[in-house]
């Protein structure tokens, strides 16, 4: 079996040695099926990934970085200014199954790319609602915006498609650490952006919508043209070639929710990636609010802030090497021990700034980072291939609703209660993974005993 004539593999590989020729997916099944086309098939989806992912941060990161400050300045309604991002957020998670959706129908490719594009009109909209200072107009924007965010969640995915079980959490760890230059630049940029937008008669503070559309437009140019072969595709012909099972493509979000209830492995996987994503976003949201209570400048706070970013993304080769070598479980052992020493660090750390404060945003980072590689390897590890596109995209789907809800929830806690409680409660949601890790080995030490 093979896969279309693509960059990557090479001709000749079928049986007998001949060319490859015929429709353009079909054709080279037989090509792929060579253990090297397909490694080159990987090492050419990886890089495509990692181009789109930088492309799609900096849109992100660039447009979200000032959306508050627009519903504030341009608006005036300072108490209206973190729906913008509540909406990005809930846009993402609304998205990750129509994204999945059209993965399992059409491949990776379309699900992608157009998932991307909808980024971009997205940023066209909040551009457009900024110049006409139509706030309905804005949320709906940010909300499409969501779809870079569910794009650059489910690459992640695609770059386990073909890679071997052994490589699977590197290949998926390096698509996630690329994620770090756009996080990093895109606020930069912002400056930039709004200069290049007040050259062309455009409110300034619309400047990184503006560089949003340009950028998240040129993601889905590289994952429509770059992503050949599919990778999704070819895996399931290679399957279909080796009698695995066909592919759903009604009811996916039933079929990725009952794949996923039927293996203890693929919950645990799960509530790794649920769980250590919705801490993450619940302390990290408010840790500029104590840390303004306490008088921190606007410097200071940033400053952490990259800290905290560093520790998502810097080190997740590294996560994914360990998740390949030493186990996808104890490695979501360790990530889950790194956010309680990251939430007692900083729930326990006065208002203002202290090393404390951000030592726990680094590790408040890094234990993330252990928790989504290894999670989101595990999960991928623990369904058949038939039903992966659908278990992931319903991965995404809980895991942006729980985090939507828990940064939500996040400002009334240390409203009512304190930046102390907030991350006290944090702490008693990670008991949700080892809980999971416990409960199967209870019941294998009981079975033991009682036979």
């Known amino acids: 079996m093979g896969h279309p004539g693509a960059r990557g593999v090479p001709r000749g590989h079928g049986r007998g040695g001949s060319a490859v020729r015929g429709p353009a997916h079909r054709t080279a099944v037989a090509a792929v ?6 490694r080159s098939v ?3 989806t990886v890089r495509t990934l990692v181009a789109s992912q930088v492309a799609g941060g900096l849109g992100i990161s660039a447009a979200i970085a000032v959306g508050a400050v627009v519903v504030t300045e341009v608006f005036g309604r300072e108490d209206l200014s973190g729906l913008v991002q509540s909406a990005q957020v809930l846009g993402a998670a609304l998205l990750a199954m129509p994204a999945a959706s059209l993965a399992v129908s059409y491949g990776r490719r379309v ?3 157009v998932a991307y594009a909808l980024g971009a009109v997205g940023a066209l909209i909040a551009l457009v609602a900024t110049e006409l200072e139509v706030f309905p107009l804005l949320l709906l924007g940010t909300a499409l915006l969501g779809g870079g965010t569910a794009a650059g969640l489910q690459a992640r995915y695609a770059a386990t498609d073909l890679a071997p079980a052994g490589g699977r959490g590197r290949a998926l760890s390096v698509v996630v650490w690329s994620t770090t230059v756009g996080a990093v630049a895109g606020p930069n940029l912002a400056g930039p ?3 290049l937008a007040s050259s062309l008669g455009i409110e300034p503070l619309a400047g990184p919508f503006l560089l949003g559309v340009v950028v998240l437009g040129i993601g889905a140019v590289v994952i429509l043209a770059g992503l050949r072969p ?3 595709l070819t895996a399931r012909e290679l399957g279909s070639a080796s009698g695995d099972p066909p592919v759903r493509r009604r009811g996916v979000l039933r079929a990725g929710w009952t794949a ?8 645990l996987g799960l509530l790794a990636v649920v769980v250590g994503h919705t801490v993450m976003v619940t302390v990290m949201v408010m840790t500029p609010v104590h840390m303004t209570h306490g008088g921190a400048s ?3 706070i940033g400053f952490v802030i990259s800290v905290h970013v560093a520790g998502m993304y810097a080190l997740s080769p590294v996560m994914g090497w360990l998740a390949d070598r030493v186990g996808r479980v104890p490695v979501i052992l360790g990530g889950v021990l790194v956010l309680l020493a990251s939430v007692a660090l900083a729930g326990t750390a006065h208002e203002g700034h202290s090393p404390g404060l951000t030592a726990g945003l680094f590790l408040l980072g890094l234990g993330w980072s252990a928790c989504m590689v290894a999670g989101s390897t595990l999960l991928t590890d623990a369904v058949e291939a038939a039903d992966r596109p659908a278990v992931q995209g319903a991965s995404d789907l809980l895991m942006g609703l729980a985090a939507a809800g828990g940064g939500a929830l996040a400002g009334i806690v240390v409203g009512s209660f304190g930046y102390g409680v907030l991350n006290a409660s944090a ?6 993974p080892v809980a999971a890790m416990l409960i199967p080995a209870c019941r294998s030490l009981s079975n033991t005993r009682s036979a």
Do not use: K, N
């Open 298 to 300: 606007i410097s200071v």
């Open 260 to 267: 996923i209830t039927a293996s203890p492995p693929a919950v």
């Open 230 to 232: 599919d990778p999704l």
């Open 427 to 432: 702490a008693v949601l990670l008991a949700a």
């Open 33 to 38: 099926s060579d253990v090297q086309a397909v």
């Open 42 to 44: 990987q090492r050419h």
């Open 111 to 113: 699900g992608l790319g």
């Open 193 to 195: 952006a709004g200069d």
